[in-house]
């Protein structure tokens, strides 16, 4: 069944339920309006015998009065009076009548106020006439017959007058009675009706309910798992059209994914190889390089000491020039190499003891040249740092790129090195060195800021142009920082200069530590013309005050 078939059977469902509420409802207003009606008529009745016997009552008075009045005077009527007294007859005739049609709807309230009637209009005949106009006086003996006659016919309307309040009473309270039956009965059947609604509408909508989420849950749950990997499951189409056609679209979704991971794969394995035969081909190019370059760099330092024992001022510059260049080459080399020992996971720790302030001392020494090519000055804030056991030379190459990646993007400013030892989160930790080494350089951006680290990122190619460097310095520290079990991060703005933070454990992790230590070293204490400046993003310098 379709999804769409099974909602709109539940919406007739809750029509139906909907149109049944209503002719209950619809029972209950008739049936009360019944009863309220029978109550109006019963009460109007009760109120209208009670009228009839004071208009009874009011005529004989009048026709008393008349009698009395008559039979001690000759004087007849006035017009007035008799027209008086006729219109009061006819008003007694119209409650009488009205009195009959209240009465039509039970036979015993009908026959009396038919009997009411009946002697209502033998009174009409017995004395209407008197009042009629230039009507002759009766004599006494006639008015006193008439008399009797009219009270004996009032007696007797005036029993069933009796009677009928009585009935009318009975029906009063019989309808009440009915009308608080109904009410209540109506209550009661609209609250089953209701309930018997609510019951049928929840169960359905939670029969209606669980079949979606069973079958949605069941979806979820191929689609998760094919999230976590498992591709080659299928989903069995069921549920209805609509959450069949889910399921396969999950299931296409899920070959796609398949044939995405064998190209990723197939990819990876590509990207593998091509990254071993690279990193074979930087080391053993790096090495190639190198030899030559070592017997170049030999015979121009032998060449620039005799001819500075030779005072040949001519071609010391040159020489000078040349073994500048020869070093600056062995370093981007060796930073090459670097790259390709961290890619291929071949770098380790050569631990040793150390005092920090000393090694500082040595970095500062270092540095200084560099920083000061630029105008810069360099400043040491330190404490009393302890001693250190770690891999002291991947140590110093990460303070001495830093310094020199501030240097080389600070012109006429300050660079400086501050350290101090702190507490680890975790006892286990011991303590922690931290570094920062703050520049008032150009700075840089948010999204510079992102890629400071990234190997062979430049901005565009100006920084290239005025800075030089192949962008491997910064990249080659953070990843020393982390075998080094620390961290190195970045702060900066535009124009603000570039704080770098370095943190290291003052004792090497113990995986780490007890690794053999490894032959060959990377670090180089070169003098300061031989350190490898690291590129960093470009930014623009801030224009001139006053510009």
Sequence with gaps: MTLRLRLALAFSVVVALFAA????????????????????????AQLQVREVEEQLDERWRQVRGYTIFSAGSDSALTEDERNGMLEAFTE???????????????ADDRRLADRVADVWTQLEALWQPDFAPGAATRS?????TAAERARTLLDSAHVDLATLRRLERDRVAVARADIAGARDLARHVSLASVSLSAIVAVALAALLAAGITRELRRLAGGARRIGEGHLDEAIA??????????????????????EARDARENALRTAEAASLAKSAFLANTSHELRTPLNSILGYAELLLEDARAAGGSDSIADLERIVGAGRHLRGLIDDVLDLSKIEAGKMTLTTERFAVATLIDEVLDTAAPLVAARGNRLER?????????????????????LLANAAKFTTDGVVTLRAERGAALSEDDGDLLVFEVIDSGIGMTASQLRRVFDPFTQADGSTTRRYGGTGLGLGIARELARLLGGSLDAESAPGQGSTFRFTVPA?????????????????????????????????????????
């Design 507 to 547: 004792i090497a992790p113990r995986e780490a530590a007890d690794e053999a230590p490894e032959t060959h070293s990377i670090e180089r204490a070169l003098p300061a013309s031989d350190i490898e400046t690291t590129d960093r993003i470009e930014r623009p310098e801030p224009a001139p005050r006053g510009s």
């Design 92 to 106: 007694t005739r119209t409650q009488v009548e009205l009195l009959q049609r209240l009465s039509e709807a039970e």
């Design 237 to 258: 189409p069921r549920g209805g059209p609509e959450l069949a056609a889910v399921g396969m679209e999950l299931n296409r979704m899920a070959a796609r994914l398949r």
């Design 21 to 44: 509420n209503f002719l209950v409802w619809s029972w209950n207003a008739r049936r009360s309006a019944e009863r309220l009606t029978s109550f109006e008529r019963a009460v109007d």
């Design 381 to 401: 804030k330190a404490e009393d740092l302890g001693v250190a056991w770690t891999d002291g030379a991947k140590l110093r190459q990460v303070l001495l790129n």
């Design 140 to 144: 006494a003996t006639e008015l006193d």
